[in-house]
């Protein structure tokens, strides 16, 4: 099974911009969507951003024009850079790849935007 670990989380100023990686354990080549997600405390979990092998990308509303999600296939990572965040962007951000019989997600990156 495909394993996904986060990194990228921390602390940043509203305003600030941060850069959130999910390295898979194998090729993402093949994996046709992947997606971000967000939960905050006392909320339900949240697509973010998702991006297709072609490169086709979709965003929630409330992050678009800010957040932009790519992808390396030949690093087998994927990206979320995060600009002009705001307080309710704290949460744990979660990286996620559908695949054949189950779901895989990463164990999550805590971001903060706090002064």
């Known amino acids: 099974q495909v394993q996904l670990v986060e990194s990228g989380g921390g602390l940043v100023q509203p305003g600030g911009s941060l850069r959130l990686s999910c390295a898979a354990s194998g090729s993402i080549r093949s994996i046709y969507a992947m997606g971000w997600y967000r939960q905050a405390p006392g909320k339900q979990r949240e697509l973010v951003a998702r991006i297709t092998s072609d490169g086709s990308t979709t965003y929630a509303d409330s992050v678009k024009g800010r957040f932009t999600i790519f992808r390396d296939n030949a690093q087998n990572t994927m990206y979320l850079q995060m600009n002009s965040r705001e307080p309710e962007d704290t949460a744990v951000y979660y990286c996620?790849?559908?695949?054949?019989?189950?779901?895989?997600w990463g164990q999550g990156t805590q971001v903060t935007v706090s002064s």
């Open positions: 996620h790849a559908p695949r054949p019989g189950y779901d895989a």
